[in-house]
């Protein structure tokens, strides 16, 4: 059974710095790409960022580009996110997602088919 578990969130002020790690499992053949979403109260799920493993392709939302750094292993099936100058905006669920299959887009959450039960990360002002 596949599991992806992070960790790394926590409650930090504005300007302050974050890692957040996530480590996938129960799958041996690995994962094509691997990202990061958030979801803040009474929004939708929004995309951070993703790694395509085959070529080492990365990926960002806008409004964290140039901010946060997604790195990873993918021998260790292991992503990180790197989150600096944090705003109160950041502040959400941050969660984890796996995909083990070659897609036309990897900003789409439907592109996903692992999840991790998220961190919580909280920037105040």
């Known amino acids: 059974q596949v599991q992806l578990v992070e960790s790394g969130g926590g409650l930090v002020q504005a300007g302050d710095s974050l890692r957040l790690s996530c480590v996938a499992s129960?799958?041996?053949?690995?994962?094509?790409?691997m990202a990061w979403f958030r979801q803040a109260p009474g929004k939708e799920r929004e995309f951070v960022a993703a790694?395509?493993?085959?070529?080492?392709?990365?990926y960002y939302a806008d409004s964290v580009k140039g901010r946060f750094t997604i790195s990873g292993d993918n021998a260790k099936n292991t992503v990180f996110l790197q989150m600096n100058t944090l705003k109160p905006e950041d502040t959400a669920v941050y969660y984890c997602?796996?995909?083990?299959?070659?897609?036309?887009?990897?900003?789409?959450?439907?592109?996903?088919?692992?999840w991790g039960q998220g961190t919580q990360v909280t920037v105040s002002s």
């Open positions: 129960g799958r041996t053949s690995g994962y094509y790409a």
């Open positions: 790694v395509r493993w085959n070529g080492g392709t990365l």
């Open positions: 997602a796996a995909t083990p299959y070659l897609r036309s887009s990897y900003y789409a959450s439907e592109g996903y088919n692992y």
